[in-house]
């Protein structure tokens, strides 16, 4: 078992940034993936970015340039520097943590961009 617990959501403006921190607990040696993903209403859950143990990084299109993720394997964390954030960036976002069978899903944290 797996437990997330994510933090750093909230209300920006337009343009402003952001920093999500999820920490993980549990199994970690089975985890080989954790990443972010986001629900805004209506839409699909979508990946953000993913990030693996080793450091390899991997990005929606949409986040390149704009999203950074990071992994501290020691801290058993991931974060997500969001920059430059649009009000069509505004969703649910979840940690993901990914093992052989299982995904595992924090909570969810809101992000709200508006003027």
């Known amino acids: 078992q797996v437990q997330l617990v994510e933090s750093g959501g909230g209300l920006v403006q337009p343009g402003g940034s952001l920093r999500l921190s999820c920490a993980a607990s549990g199994s970690m040696f089975s985890i080989y993936l954790m990443g972010w993903y986001r629900q805004a209403p209506g839409k699909q859950r979508e990946l953000v970015a993913a990030?693996?143990?080793?450091?390899?990084?991997t990005y929606a299109d949409f986040a390149k340039g704009q999203f950074t993720i990071s992994r501290d394997n020691a801290k058993n964390t991931v974060s997500l520097q969001m920059n430059s954030l649009k009000p069509e960036d505004t969703a649910v976002y979840y940690c993901n943590a990914a093992t052989a069978g299982v995904n595992y899903w924090g909570q969810g944290t809101q992000v709200t961009v508006s003027s």
């Open positions: 990030a693996t143990s080793g450091g390899i990084t």
